[in-house]
């Protein structure tokens, strides 16, 4: 059992009608406000399936739509959305409830989200609950807590809102054609749960009750939380997690296979290319060998030309170089420069 | 009060021409004969349960995942139904069942992968064998009567999967459509088949499990016969346009029997079958059988005077069993007393032991649909040309 708020900084609440948000965490919503956390309140319903007593009236959406708006403002929610959907019939309306929740998960991106639990006797507070479980399953990455309708839920996490229930009590009464009429009832009822959770801790006080979770649980799972462990007799569930294990094998063994084949493709291609430059390389070095022949007769040419050239001109050039360049002279100086460059990139002395 | 029923398959049995498509078509129209609703679920037929679907794979295998969703689905809405039928694995995820079901098997994955073992990669038999058959075809006798088409299958349910209880409801042959036909030559005319020709028929997928390879070489070693091929779907066939040979494909059952009545004799040596229901339409047509003793041929054609065609096991060696094919195909072309008893046994045994009513009347028995015994139930009776 844990006491306190679990650890979160942007929280997510969706609430199936205007004022499930009031009801089953309103006092957890003001403690994380309170602590700095954002909070973000969906709504699903607009709420027109409310049964009064003296019939239907047309402008219940409107008037619940503004008890949710002040309700919101008492508790400190500061985002506020509502989708609207027909009240009593979200189980028909899966796709948009998905894709609303999924943009808040990518808008918003919360690390923790209330919802209803999907194992809820309200057929809206379930569908909430389902669908928020499968988003868990398919696109984990934060925790999700399930608060408590009007029926107690198996729970392993107890916020005390003792300090803030003043708060949620207003707010509920802001609830007063969504609660009947008789938000007062509702407070009590509401504040009975949160009192009963007391015996829990054994001191007195109010507690909001949550099942976090962390991971995904499967649907047994769920079943065995809520009942306690008690299930069904089913001696296939060993040989079903048996079909499971061997099928993770299989695929893990045809991924291996995969990479080893795409390994050997790769090495094949780099032998062959290897080989193709080796073959290159031999061709270079054939072609080289009959250009240094080749180049080799040409020098040797070139340098009996040279020491030819040398003889005859090396004392006529020597003399006019001598008296174009005076030695001491700016244009001498200019001329040793010339040379020294000529001597780093040479090996021959400039006198050659 | 009407009866509701489930059957839990693979495919559509209206678009797929299978085995266990023929065979689910035939349980639907007896079920229906006896005030049973059906509602057939399959890959692509998922029943409703209104909550959504999670679009996490709880397998990596595309089709055994998909048989999961059927499976679990059902669990949401068993409720509506008095009892369910499942093929094979392919109702393995509805656990723990909740009403009577009952898993037919037509064979089993786990000796199937061991007739094959040699033929294939060791990544085929693992998935055959533990994926399929130790893993989700065991899971289908877990809390669930099988009904196994033959003795031979039955026996492979308790000793691969530890079955405990299992019935064998031998599969019938429709005789109405399967029976001896006395116009061999008109037919063999209207399927281009030489008048004169010693013809056997080749019944199966083209597949190496079907022992394709087995006939190739027996093909090889008797030029001097005319090879009918009746091909299901799957590997390409090489023989299109040889001499001595015609290929048909995808065809209507009773298009088959036609073929089948064009032939001298079938061969059928498949490494492994549950029951082999080529074999026992054959005999039905009066055609002697040249097979492998596996599925119905091993449990049922040793009764029969005209056992000396059945194949050694392919445990003696394949150059063994082709020797023997050779050499049957050798008596029955020369030996016509041979061919007339097997005409004559044939459609004797399908008509005792593999009829129509026989199957329906244990099949509706082992459902819990009548008490009576399926002992009192009378053959059919005779066909024009129908040989007694």
Redesign the interface.
């Given at each position: 059992m844990n006491i306190g708020l679990p650890a979160a900084q942007r929280i997510l609440v969706l609430a199936p009608h205007p004022d499930d948000e009031s009801l089953s965490c309103g006092g957890t919503i003001v403690r994380y406000i309170r602590e700095g956390a954002i909070v973000s309140l969906l709504v699903v319903s607009d709420g027109a399936a409310i049964e009064e007593p003296d019939g239907y009236h047309e402008d219940v959406v409107v008037i619940r739509r503004q008890e949710l708006t002040a309700a919101a403002a008492i508790l400190g929610i500061s985002q506020l959305h509502e989708l609207e959907l027909p009240d009593g019939q979200l189980?028909h309306h899966?796709g948009r409830i998905?894709e609303a929740i999924r943009a808040q998960l990518a808008d918003f991106r919360p690390d923790l989200i209330l919802s209803p639990s999907p194992i809820d006797g309200h057929s809206d507070h379930a569908?909430i609950g389902?669908?928020t479980l499968?988003l868990f399953?398919?696109t984990p990455g934060w925790a999700l807590a399930f608060y408590e309708g009007l029926a107690p839920l198996r729970f392993n996490w107890l916020v005390e809102i003792t300090d803030v229930a003043p708060l949620k009590e207003k707010a509920i009464h802001c609830y007063q054609r969504s609660l009947f009429r008789q938000p007062t009832l509702f407070w009590e009822a509401f504040h009975a749960l949160n009192v009963a959770k007391s015996a829990f801790v054994h001191r007195p006080g109010l507690f909001e009750a949550f099942w976090v979770l962390h991971t995904p649980p499967t649907d047994y799972e769920i079943i065995e939380w809520a009942t306690y462990g008690f299930q069904?007799?089913?001696?296939?569930?060993p040989?079903?997690r048996?079909?499971?294990q061997?099928?993770?094998?299989?695929?893990a063994?045809?991924e291996k296979?995969t990479i080893l084949t795409h390994v050997q493709q790769q090495h094949d291609t780099l032998q062959r290319e290897n080989t193709e430059l080796q073959r290159q390389l031999h061709e270079q070095a054939a072609v080289d060998t009959a250009l240094r022949q080749t180049v080799g007769s040409r020098t040797q040419g070139l340098q009996q030309e040279h020491s030819l050239f040398s003889l005859k001109f090396t004392p006529f050039l020597r003399h006019h170089v001598q008296r174009a360049f005076p030695i001491g002279s700016p244009r001498r100086a200019v001329l040793d420069a010339v040379k020294r460059r000529i001597i780093q990139y040479t090996s021959k002395s400039p006198s050659e | 009060m009407r009866k509701r029923c489930a059957i839990l398959t693979s495919f559509d049995p209206y678009a797929y021409k299978g085995g266990i498509e023929t065979y689910t078509r035939q349980m639907l129209t007896v079920l229906q004969a006896h005030g049973v609703t059906v509602d057939i679920y399959h890959t692509e037929h998922v029943p409703e349960t209104g909550e959504p679907q999670s679009s996490v794979p709880f397998l990596h295998s595309p089709f055994l995942n998909s048989l999961y969703r059927v499976g679990r689905a059902f669990y949401r809405v068993d409720h509506q139904y008095d009892f369910a039928v499942a093929h094979a694995f392919f109702g393995f995820a509805y656990t723990p069942p909740r009403i009577p079901t009952f898993t037919i098997f037509h064979s089993t994955h786990a000796q199937y992968a061991e007739a094959n073992r040699e033929l294939f990669s060791p990544e085929w038999y693992f998935e055959v064998k533990h994926l399929f058959g130790l893993g989700a075809e065991r899971l289908s006798t877990i809390g669930k009567k099988v009904i196994a088409v033959s003795d031979m299958v039955a026996h492979e349910a308790v000793t691969h999967y530890g079955a405990t209880d299992v019935v064998t409801v031998l599969t019938g042959v429709d005789q109405t459509l399967f029976f001896p036909r006395p116009n061999k030559h008109e037919l063999r005319e209207q399927f281009g088949v030489p008048p004169d020709a010693f013809v056997g028929v080749f019944v199966a997928r083209w597949d190496l499990d079907k022992a394709v390879d087995v006939l190739e070489q027996v093909m090889e070693r008797t030029p001097e016969v005319f090879w009918l091929f009746v091909l299901g779907t799957g590997a390409q066939c090489p023989f299109h346009g040889r001499a001595n040979t015609k290929i048909v494909e995808n065809i209507e059952r009773k298009e088959i029997a036609i073929i089948l009545s064009c032939a001298d004799f079938l061969f059928h040596p498949s490494r492994y079958e549950g029951f082999g229901l080529a074999v026992a339409e054959a005999l039905a047509c009066g055609l002697p059988v040249i097979a492998a003793p596996v599925g119905v041929v091993g449990s049922v054609l040793q009764q029969l005077p005209v056992q000396s065609l059945l194949l050694p096991s392919y445990a003696t060696g394949k150059e063994q069993v082709i020797t023997a094919a050779i050499d049957c195909i050798h008596r029955l072309q020369r030996d016509s007393d041979l061919r007339q008893a097997c005409a004559r046994a044939g459609p004797e045994l399908v008509s005792r032991s593999l009829n129509l009513p026989q199957w329906e009347h244990t099949l509706l028995t082992t459902l819990g649909l009548t008490t009576e015994k399926s002992a009192e139930v009378q053959p059919p009776s005779p066909k024009e040309g129908y040989v007694s």
């Open positions: 189980i899966l998905q569908t389902r669908m499968q399953r398919e069904p007799h089913d001696n296939g569930q040989t079903l048996t079909v499971q061997i099928d993770e094998l299989l695929f063994l045809r296979t | -």
